[in-house]
């Protein structure tokens, strides 16, 4: 049988991750509508088409943002999402993560999973230095990814970013390229006798 490239752009055990297209829009729109419960009052992603269109496209054509979908291996369903955006290059090479799980795959270790591949991406092939979270301090599920995946509390920022209506207070947390190799050492090389 044939090899075929895998169309993500790294793979975990269970789930891969690769770029927005602008023919994932039912599929994502259908599970931004099934997980409304979930997202509010922390996330709207777009739940139409003519929105996702506009989503998508800033995420496709836009230098300064990266999104990628977390997809599961066995068949391929679109668990959730993570963007990297406000990406700078030069002495700073960082970007602010945003992410948001649909409902039929929360709970399930499949975000950590993607979210670690995303980390491994953007400090690998896209050679950032530094990535920020910026989540809401009541949003508990948000601020344990961010935790279970290494991420360091370095402040909080008070009416920080307009979301539904109002100017919305957010903790800043924080992994570098030096935390994430203490975290996860490569082995040292062998020397020769």
């Known amino acids: 049988m044939p090899h075929t490239a895998s169309r993500h752009l790294a793979e975990g055990p269970r789930v891969g991750i690769r770029h927005f297209t ?18 509010r009052p922390w996330l709207f992603p777009p739940a139409t088409t003519e929105a996702y269109r506009a989503y998508a496209g800033r995420l496709i054509e836009d230098p300064t943002k990266a999104g990628f979908l977390v997809c599961t291996l066995d ?15 030069g002495g700073f ?12 795959a929360a709970g399930r270790g499949l975000m950590r999973e993607g979210l670690d591949l995303v980390v491994g991406h953007a400090f690998g092939p896209m050679r950032l230095h530094r990535l920020e979270i910026n989540v809401q301090p009541g ?3 948000s601020i344990a990814l961010a935790r ?10 008070p009416k920080m970013i307009y979301i539904d209506g109002d100017w919305r207070d957010h903790e800043r947390w924080a992994l570098t390229v030096e935390m994430r190799s203490e975290r996860f050492p490569r082995p040292a090389a062998s020397t020769p006798r």
């Open 22 to 39: 602008y023919a994932d829009g039912d599929e994502f729109t259908a599970r931004a509508r099934e997980s409304k419960d979930l997202h």
């Open 139 to 141: 949003n508990a599920a």
């Open 75 to 89: 068949d391929g369903a679109v668990a959730g999402f993570i963007n990297i955006n406000n990406i700078v290059e």
């Open 93 to 104: 090479q960082c970007g602010a993560l945003g992410y948001g799980a649909f409902a039929h």
């Open 148 to 157: 279970s995946c290494g991420f360091r509390l370095e402040g909080f920022s």
